[in-house]
Nanobody, 119 residues
């Protein structure tokens, strides 16, 4: 199985920055896309940013120009650098990774990490 461990949760003031990390481990053969989603109270989970194995990225319109997703393939880790944070960025952020494991394809989720932005 594949496990994802997230780190970087925190409380920051509006305008501040925060960096999230998500490390994948387990029986991994290769990783395709890695991404970050978020879910605010009473809202549906939404895509924040995603990066493919080739390095192509896409972002939610609400975070373009403020957030940057990157990955370290040697460490099976994906990062989300969040700058100019706004109170509306407050949510639980989830890492998502899909790829190929020794037992076949997988799509795994992290446990979620809370990001709170105060006004």
């Amino acid at each position: 199985q594949v496990q994802l461990v997230e780190s970087g949760r925190g409380l920051v003031q509006a305008g501040g920055s925060l960096r999230l990390s998500c490390a994948a481990s387990g029986s991994i053969v290769s990783i395709n896309a890695m991404g970050w989603y978020r879910q605010a109270p009473g809202e549906q989970r939404e895509l924040v940013a995603r990066i493919t194995s080739g390095g192509s990225t896409n972002y939610a319109d609400s975070v373009k120009g403020r957030f940057t997703i990157s990955r370290d393939n040697a460490k099976n880790t994906v990062y989300l650098q969040m700058n100019s944070l706004k109170p509306e960025d407050t949510a639980v952020y989830y890492c998502n990774v899909d790829g190929l494991g020794v037992r076949g394809k997988f799509n795994s989720w992290g446990q979620g990490t809370q990001v709170t932005v105060s006004s």
